[in-house]
C-alpha cells in the first residue's frame, strides 16, 4: 500500500509539473483548457476513477458562470475539468497562495489560468480588480466557497461570503456543482488497490440567478442538492 502511494505521487508530481511546462508555453486559452482537460483525463485514468454526472443536461454549454462546488479532495479540480470539457466555458481557478508556492501544484496552478487569493492581503482591490478583468474577457470563475477542503463529517463546510459577493459584483449567473461521493475516500480506496475500479458520482444543479438575494448561497446550495 505504502509502495502504491510512493509511485503515484511520484507519478502525480511528475505530470503536473510535466503539464506546468506546457502550460507556460501555451499561446492561448483555448489551449490552456484543452491542457487541463488532457490532464485531468490522463490523472483520473491512473487512478482508475470514473466521473458519473447526474443532469449533465444542465451543465451550459457557452455562457459566461461563477461555477461553486463543494470541496473534499485534492482531485476536486480535476472532478470539475472533466465536467467542463465539452463546453466552450473557459474557467478561471480561484487559487489560495499556498498552492502558488507548493511545489507540487505551484507551476501548474500558476501557469494554469488562476487568480491568485492571498488572505493575508490587507488589501483585495487587486483581486476584485482582476477577477473583473477576467469577466470582461469572456471568461468563467471556478470557486469552492468553502474556502479550503471539508475534512470533517458534514456533508459541507462553511460557505466563505466571498462566492456570493463576487457573482453579484460581475453580474455571474451561478453554476452550483456538488460532488455527491467522497472524493477523499475515493482517492485513498484507489491508492490502496489502484487495479480496482471506482466511481464519483457528481450531480449539476439549476443556475441561481445572482440577483436572488432571497437566501444565503449556502442555504440555496443545500436546499438545490437536499442536504438542508
Not at 503515484?8 to 483548457?33: D, H, I, P, R, V
Amino acid at each position: 500500500m505504502i509502495f502504491n502511494r510512493i509511485k503515484m505521487a511520484l507519478y502525480a508530481t511528475f505530470l503536473t509539473n510535466y503539464y506546468g511546462f506546457k502550460l507556460k508555453k501555451a499561446a492561448s486559452w483555448e489551449e490552456k483548457k484543452v491542457l487541463r482537460v488532457d490532464y485531468s483525463r490522463i490523472l483520473l485514468a491512473k487512478l482508475n476513477i470514473e466521473i458519473e454526472i447526474k443532469y449533465r443536461e444542465k451543465f451550459p454549454a457557452k455562457g459566461k458562470f461563477l461555477l461553486v462546488c463543494n470541496h473534499r479532495s485534492i482531485i476536486d479540480p480535476l472532478i470539475i475539468e472533466n465536467i467542463a470539457q465539452n463546453s466552450s466555458l473557459y474557467g478561471r481557478w480561484v487559487a489560495k497562495k499556498e498552492l502558488y508556492n507548493s511545489f507540487f501544484f505551484g507551476l501548474f496552478v500558476r501557469n494554469g489560468g488562476t487568480i491568485l487569493l492571498d488572505r493575508e492581503s490587507s488589501q483585495m482591490n487587486l483581486f476584485f480588480n482582476e477577477i473583473k478583468e477576467c469577466v470582461q474577457a469572456g471568461d468563467s470563475l471556478y470557486i469552492f466557497p468553502e474556502g479550503t477542503r471539508n475534512k470533517s463529517l458534514e456533508a459541507l463546510g462553511e460557505f466563505q461570503g466571498g462566492a456570493q459577493l463576487i457573482a453579484l459584483k460581475n453580474k455571474l449567473p451561478i453554476l452550483p456543482i456538488y460532488i455527491r461521493s467522497n472524493a477523499h475516500e475515493v482517492l485513498s480506496l484507489s491508492l490502496k488497490n489502484p487495479k480496482n475500479k471506482y466511481k464519483i458520482e457528481v450531480e449539476i444543479g439549476d443556475i441561481i440567478d445572482y440577483k436572488d438575494k432571497s437566501m444565503k448561497l449556502q442555504e440555496r446550495y443545500k436546499k438545490e442538492f437536499g442536504l438542508a
